[in-house]
């Protein structure tokens, strides 16, 4: 007494719903619950990309909906996944991590000796200044505090000023 359609033997209180826009299952509604719905996320910043927490599942697109998710940040058009990484502490490319691989780092110099001035062959690129790192990259020793540009050149051995001669002047 419950079957909605005795013609047709796939439609019954028993079938699964799909979308077909019939009411496969006898619920009364047509397509709810269906098998093969299509993930539709959310896009309230209008980027493209919507929120993945707030998945609907649907036979058709509801309104303001879109079928590629991903944001991490609905609220703000300018963080996706196909933003550029940016030094602001954010976020902005949804890759869970926040200003790795920015486009606008600055490049820091280890300073192995603290004088200062950094070695140019051991370079990274970071949004703050790391720990034993300096912006200057003209150590010409980084494993001696007495020579850098313009240091004082004394007997030692050393090219202490950084001019490319050991012990001159």
């Known amino acids: 007494a419950t079957d909605c359609d005795d013609l047709n033997a796939a439609i019954n209180p028993g079938a699964l719903e799909v979308c077909d826009g019939v009411d496969n299952d006898c619920s009364g509604s047509i397509d709810d619950n269906a098998i093969d719905a299509t993930a539709w996320y959310p896009d309230v910043d209008g980027d493209g990309f ?69 070695d140019a062959s051991s370079v990274l690129a970071a949004c703050s200044q790391p720990a034993g790192y300096v912006a200057d990259s003209s150590d010409c020793n980084d494993s001696s505090a007495v020579a850098y540009p313009g240091g004082t050149e004394v007997c030692d051995g050393l090219d202490n000023d950084c001019n490319g001669v050991v012990d001159d002047n």
């Open 50 to 118: 919507g929120d993945d927490g707030a998945v609907i599942y649907a036979c058709t697109q509801p309104a303001n909906t879109i079928a590629t998710g991903g944001d991490c940040d609905d609220g703000n058009s300018s963080i996706n996944p196909m933003a550029v990484e940016v030094c602001d502490g954010l976020d902005n490319d949804c890759n869970g991590f926040a200003d790795d691989n920015a486009t606008d780092a600055t490049w820091w110099y280890a300073d192995a000796d603290s004088d200062g001035y950094g």
